[in-house]
Every structure is written in structure tokens, then in C-alpha cells.
């Protein structure tokens, strides 16, 4: 994968297509949109493991390729869809709409709270929420008004750079703030974080024009208040300190954890860690061979030692999941093969009990994905084969709830257009 904005400048469907890609790489496939509300359950794979799609989204205005993991809050889950929705004059003969903030309940009854409009209240919301004190605090790639930066060469098209937003469980929205592109970032496509009242985010732009990855600029980290005061805390250079960070950040005895899939010595990606003043650091530059290469995911805090995956490199070169020292020193957990252990690993990883679950973009007895959990001594169990009609490129972090994990798959389905599962470890 290329810069996150490669292919973006054309105007039209093209656009359309590669917005798919993200942070998250994936490609969803178009399918033909049904009837909203749909809910499968599909024939458990094994009398052990049981898998069921929740829902599938058809391409309306129930939304589209939801490219985020889920939050849960209250017996309901909640996320987004970076398409669908109302329309918005981005549409192709399958889908319309810029993305959506959903609920469903575990039984599979789908509610549409806020379907974006491309314009001052943004559009394409790549990260999932994040629930603070029962309002929802969230990022979209575009829109937000005109930014100083053409936000991938077409500034009618996004309608901006970008924006964090605010959502009640009612449905009011709020942008809190536009990013303008340059000093103040652009693009966010990562869930944002709170520490002590304060927000904090990634951008995959911005930062002004000093950048020896691309020309342009590459990426920020930043703080928002919860009223919209917006400050950057590091700009990224693209040299050694990282590119276009794709993930949110990782809090850790106040010190922040990240990383970014380009920038570094070998520029093949880094994790990093920045104070609260905004001084950052690289823990480590990843040379893309065994040690692994793209990490577009974020870093787990387990007992003071930091857990997360590359893309890509590995033994087999695609993909592995690592740990991380606070003081930067890296082992390869597990190197995936792209055979019936996954291959493309892009979200990040959670903790279930002393165990770690993720998920792999592509590989798995059927080649479109995997639920998979790994031991903290690296031995690797695939839980789940995605075989498309039951989804396909699960792209998101997974969400436990007292021990049936939740997810979503940006595309398949009963449509093609992704789904929201529950499977139980």
C-alpha cells in the first residue's frame, strides 16, 4: 500500500472506491442492496465454536462497509459505517451516502442515529466510537467545510479535511472541530482516546508542509477538549519519527503509545510514544523483514508490556503479532503464513482473560479473513474462517462482552457490504 492518498484525486466513482481503502486497506465489495434490517443466522461451523451474523448492512439507508469496531454501552452496540445512509451526492448503482452512526442490539434490531451529509457535519467515519459519560465522541476522514489543504485534490468532493464530532444516544450530533489540512491535521481515520477529560487523536495528514515521506504532510498527534479546543502535539516528518499514523493512541502511566505503517529508518512503519507535553520518541523502527512491516493497527497495554500487529513482513510476510517494551524492545509473537492462520492482520488486539483475540483482514480456510486468539507465548488458534456470504475482511477490533466477542466485517453478506457478528471463543 502506497500513500494513504494515492488514487484519491480523482473526482467520481474512482474516488469512491478508494475512500474503501483507508487506513484499513480493505476493498469492499459491491453487492445488491436488499431489504434494511436483515438478520442471518448462519450453520455453526463447530459443536465449540459458534458464530452468528447479527446483521447485514444492505448498502441504503441503514449504511454500508462499516470499516470500525464496536462499542458497547448499556445492552446495545453502537459504531459506523463509512457509506451509506442519506444521500449525500456520493453514490454509485449500489449504495449512496457518506456513512452513518448506528446501534444494534445483540438480537439484531439495527437504528440509524446520525447519517452524515458530506458537508459541515463531515462524512466517512472510519474509527469507532468512543462513549464518555453516555455521549459518543468519534472522527470522519472528510467533510467539515473547506479546508486550507485539498484534502487529497478534491475539496468539493470531501467537503473538507475532516472533523471530530459528538453524538447523543438520541441522535444529536455536534462537530466539536474542521480540521483545516496543514497545522491542524486532516484526515483523522482513528478512534480517539480520553485521559483525564481531555481527547486525544491521530491525524493521517497535516502538520504543515515539511515532509520527506510525500509532499504535502504526515499525519499529527492532537488534543481536543470535549468543547472543541483543538491542539496539535506532534507533527509528524516522515523521516524517522513515522508517517501518517492510521491508529488511535494508547495511554499507559502517562506516557502515549502508537504507531504509525509508514516513516522510520527503513520506512516500513514505527511505534512511538509521545509524553502529554508532546515530546516523542521511537521505540521502534520496523525493517520490514521478520520483525514485521506496516503496523496499521494500535498498541494493547497488558502488565506494562504493549501487544499489537504489522500487515505485513513476518517470516512469511504477511503479517505478525508483536510485543513491545516501554523501552523498545520488540519480539515477534507470531508470524502469520496466509494459510488457515490469516493473513493481514490491520486492527488492533484485545485482552479476554490473559488471552488476545484480533482479527486478520484476509486469509482462513476461505481466503476472506479470520477471528483468530494467541497466547502471551505466541501459540496461535483460528477461531473463525470468513467465507464471504458470511462476511468477508473484518478489518475492526473485536469487543468482549462476558465472553461472546462482537465485530464487523467492512464487507459480505447477505449484500456484500458488511455485517455485524457475535461469535462466541
Known amino acids: 500500500m502506497g500513500s494513504l492518498v494515492d488514487g484519491r484525486s480523482a473526482i467520481g466513482l474512482g474516488v469512491a472506491a478508494a475512500l474503501l481503502a483507508g487506513c484499513s486497506g480493505s476493498q469492499a465489495a459491491i453487492g445488491t442492496p436488499g431489504a434494511i434490517g436483515q438478520t442471518s443466522t448462519l450453520v455453526e461451523p463447530s459443536s465449540s465454536t459458534k458464530y452468528h451474523i447479527i446483521y447485514s448492512f444492505s448498502g441504503g439507508s441503514d449504511g454500508a462497509s462499516p470499516e470500525a469496531g464496536l462499542i458497547y454501552v448499556d445492552g446495545t452496540l453502537y459504531g459506523t459505517t463509512a457509506r451509506g445512509g ?243 524492545a520488540e519480539k515477534v509473537l507470531h508470524s502469520f503464513g496466509n494459510g488457515s492462520d490469516g493473513s493481514g492482520p490491520r486492527a488492533s488486539l484485545i485482552d479476554v482473560n490473559g488471552k488476545l483475540y484480533g482479527t486478520t483482514s484476509n486469509g482462513g480456510a476461505h481466503t476472506s479473513g479470520t477471528v483468530f486468539s494467541i497466547a502471551l507465548d505466541g501459540t496461535e488458534k483460528v477461531l473463525y474462517s470468513f467465507d464471504g456470504d458470511d462476511g468477508s475482511s473484518p478489518d475492526a477490533d473485536l469487543v468482549d462482552v462476558n465472553g461472546t466477542l462482537y465485530g464487523t466485517t467492512s464487507a459480505g453478506g447477505a449484500h456484500g457490504l458488511g455485517t455485524v457478528f457475535s461469535l462466541k471463543s
Open 86 to 328: 442519506a444521500s449525500c451526492g456520493v453514490s454509485t448503482s449500489q449504495h449512496d451516502g457518506c456513512g452513518t452512526v448506528f446501534s444494534v442490539t445483540p438480537t439484531g434490531t439495527e437504528s440509524v442515529l446520525h447519517a452524515f451529509g458530506a458537508n459541515a457535519d463531515g462524512a466517512f467515519p472510519y474509527a469507532s466510537l468512543l462513549d464518555v459519560g453516555g455521549t459518543f465522541y468519534g472522527t470522519t476522514y472528510g467533510g467539515g467545510g473547506p479546508g486550507t489543504y485539498h484534502c487529497s485534490g478534491t475539496r468539493s468532493y470531501y467537503g473538507g479535511c475532516g472533523t471530530v464530532f459528538s453524538v447523543t444516544q438520541s441522535g444529536t450530533e455536534t462537530v466539536l472541530y474542521s480540521f483545516q489540512g496543514f497545522t491542524g491535521g486532516g484526515q483523522p481515520q482513528a478512534p480517539l482516546i480520553a485521559v483525564k477529560g481531555t481527547l486525544y487523536g491521530t491525524t493521517t495528514i497535516g502538520g504543515g508542509s515539511d515532509c520527506a515521506f510525500r509532499s504535502g504532510s504526515c499525519g499529527t498527534a492532537f488534543t481536543i477538549t470535549t468543547a472543541g479546543a483543538e491542539k496539535p502535539l506532534h507533527y509528524f516528518g516522515g523521516g524517522k519519527d513515522g508517517a501518517s499514523p492510521c491508529a488511535g493512541l494508547t495511554q499507559v502511566d502517562g506516557m502515549l503509545y502508537g504507531t504509525t505503517p509508514f516513516g522510520g529508518s527503513a520506512r516500513k512503519g514505527t511505534v512511538f510514544s509521545i509524553t502529554m507535553a508532546g515530546s516523542e520518541k521511537v521505540l521502534h523502527d520496523f525493517a520490514g523483514q521478520d520483525d514485521g512491516r506496516s503496523p496499521y493497527g494500535g498498541l494493547l497495554d497488558v502488565k506494562g508490556t504493549l501487544y499489537g500487529t504489522t500487515a505485513s513482513g513476518g517470516e512469511y510476510n504477511h503479517g505478525t503479532v508483536f510485543s513491545i517494551k516501554p523501552g523498545g
